[in-house]
């Protein structure tokens, strides 16, 4: 089930959202931000893993940070951890709305809509349950997406593969960063599922481990394929001056494949188990993180209450899902992408000091599992999160704001908080 959820956390990012950093990398920026955040996500997942192995709680990077770093630094872990896996789920719910409207005549928005209202409700049911979907439903993606390389890998051409590559120079690579972040975004999720497991010091690296490693072989394959079938604007644009498109799979495979084949049909329709895999998965990760900045006190406590019946964070998931629909009717779907991207990268560096200053105070805690090649990988994946972080502040300028006002008004509002109660 570990497993089930850090795949089904990211796959989404397999099926949309990579493909909008195509006009601005082209081919080869693309390829080459997606090696660069693959060699950062390895790093950090192989050092990320001694955390959640050591601390197994459900608040993830705020817990590490918390007994790392001070109040203050867990307090911004967590709205960072809050932002990522708040807003990844309304990009990827309208992006399931736009799978649906090929065949349903329905507004992609209501769609998404509607997949808050159930996915949130199966999460509020029961997390054995709720585990159970989001592992069957990964399984059926993972081999949907196997199939899409096996039907498309007859069709790709090299000349095809590498038509205008760097439509905007190397520099485009830098801001096809947080498309291809998309490709892994929120496994580390798979932490905050560790006070469930039983038993996290073990079950949580092979879950860490395998997971990385299905996600590193589904993202080269879906790129290389997709892209070799007619070059990057075919699975950017469904025709020359349409907009974007969240459904480059079905474009990739309308060009390898006629749009009447019954495999056609067969791909388009199991693809969306792909993407209610990531939205289904994120909201049960979400619900955890906003649950344990309530318990802890970090927001207000009615957040950290578990329901009774159910033994699930009742009303962390209802608040996330008001917040989700908010962002949703925006329409933004880049720009969500973009702002989800900015809290993971933030939580990547806060994690990775955190490592570093656990090591340091606390030599003595019991690590079952330690950092892989301590300290090279560790500062690996800081040091390519800090160069991540720079290329989405200089090519999202806009965004960048709206990010730190978030984070910064949530630190001016806790900084409020604990000083009004340390006055009483």
């Known amino acids: ?11 989404s990012g397999e099926y949309f959202g990579w493909n909008l950093g195509l006009p601005q990398g082209g081919t080869y920026g693309m390829l080459a931000a997606t090696l660069l955040v ?5 790093a950090f997942v192989l050092s990320y893993a001694e955390l959640a192995c050591a601390i197994p709680k459900a608040g993830g990077a705020f817990d590490y940070a918390l ?20 807003f990844a789920p309304p990009a990827i719910a309208f992006a399931i709305g736009a799978y649906l409207h090929l065949y349903v005549p329905v507004d992609p928005l209501w769609i998404g809509v509607a997949c808050y209202l159930l996915f949130t409700a199966l999460n509020v049911w029961g997390v054995r349950q709720a585990a159970s979907f989001e592992l069957l439903v990964t399984v059926v993606a993972v081999v949907e997406l196997l199939i899409f390389i096996g039907a498309t890998a007859p069709s790709f051409r090299w000349e095809r593969f590498v038509d205008n590559p760097l439509p905007h120079g190397w520099s485009g690579a830098f801001a096809a960063v947080p498309f291809a972040i998309w490709f892994y975004l929120a496994i580390e999720g798979v932490a905050n599922a560790a006070e469930e497991a039983r038993n996290p010091q073990r079950d949580v690296v092979i879950g860490f ?30 025709s020359p001056g349409a907009a974007p498109s969240d459904s480059p799979l079905p474009l990739a495979m309308a060009r390898a494949l006629s749009r ?28 955890r993180a906003t649950m ?5 006190g970090y927001a207000p406590r009615v957040l950290g209450r578990i329901d009774p019946r159910t033994g699930t964070p009742a009303l962390a998931l209802l608040f996330n899902m008001l917040v989700g629909i908010g962002a949703l009717c925006t329409g933004k779907t ?53 160069l991540c972080l720079g290329a989405l502040v200089a090519f999202y300028p806009l965004v960048a704001a709206l990010f730190a006002a978030i984070v910064l008004g949530g630190l001016a509002a806790f ?10």
């Not at 997971?211 to 950017?236: E, I, K, N, Q, R």
């Open 1 to 11: 089930m570990l497993w089930g959820l850090g795949v089904g956390y990211v796959i």
């Open 38 to 42: 693959t060699v950062m996500y390895v």
């Open 67 to 86: 007994r790392a770093l001070g109040p203050v630094p867990a307090f911004l872990a967590g709205a960072l951890q809050f932002v990522e896996f708040v």
């Open 209 to 238: 481990g395998s997971a990385m490693a299905t996600l590193v072989v589904l993202a080269l394959g879906v790129f290389f394929c997709a892209v070799g079938v007619d070059g990057w604007p075919a699975v950017v644009y469904e």
């Open 260 to 287: 009447g084949s019954w495999l056609y049909g067969l791909l388009v329709t199991v693809g969306l188990f792909g993407l209610i895999a990531s939205f289904h998965g994120i909201l049960l990760a979400g619900g």
């Open 292 to 296: 344990e900045l309530g318990r802890a």
């Open 334 to 386: 880049g720009d969500i992408i973009v702002l989800a991207c900015f809290g993971a990268v933030g939580l990547y560096i806060v994690s990775m000091l955190s490592l570093f200053a656990l090591r340091r105070r606390e030599p003595d805690l019991p690590r079952p599992f330690r950092a892989v090649l301590y300290p090279i990988f560790p500062a690996t994946a800081l040091v390519l999160a800090v």
């Open 415 to 424: 900084a409020l908080w604990r000083k009004r109660s340390r006055s009483t």
